[in-house]
Nanobody
Framework: QVQLQESGGGLVQAGGSLRLSCAAPGGTFVNYAMGWWRQAPGKEREFVAAISRSGGGTKYSDAAQGRFAISRDKTKNTVYLQMSNLKPDDTAVYSC????????????????????WGQGTQVTVSS
């Protein structure tokens, strides 16, 4: 069982930046494809970004494109989501996901593609 743990959320003013981290305490997801998602109050969970097992392939939602960057550090067994130029509409609980059976350079952007999910970390952007 893969357990994912997010960190790095918080309160930030519009235009600010945050870096979220996703780790697997006691485990590893070095061979998994990973994703970031968010869910705002009263809304469905939505895709934010994904990265392939190799780290060479990434995909972003339209809202994240150009402002967010997903990356992974296999030596630290951690996946990051660097968020810049944050807007109040980015306020949500952000969670990471892992797909255990993944092609080397493929990324996945459907909620049904993932096997494991973290609990999430709150990001609040004030205007």
């Amino acid at each position: 069982q893969v357990q994912l743990q997010e960190s790095g959320g918080g309160l930030v003013q519009a235009g600010g930046s945050l870096r979220l981290s996703c780790a697997a305490p006691g485990g590893t997801f070095v061979n998994y494809a990973m994703g970031w998602w968010r869910q705002a109050p009263g809304k469905e969970r939505e895709f934010v970004a994904a990265i392939s097992r190799s780290g060479g392939g990434t995909k972003y939602s339209d809202a994240a494109q150009g402002r967010f960057a997903i990356s992974r550090d296999k030596t630290k067994n951690t996946v990051y989501l660097q968020m810049s130029n944050l807007k109040p509409d980015d306020t949500a609980v952000y969670s990471c996901s892992a797909r255990t059976s993944a092609a080397r350079d493929r990324f996945y952007s459907s909620i049904y593609d993932y096997d494991h999910w973290g609990q999430g970390t709150q990001v609040t952007v004030s205007s």
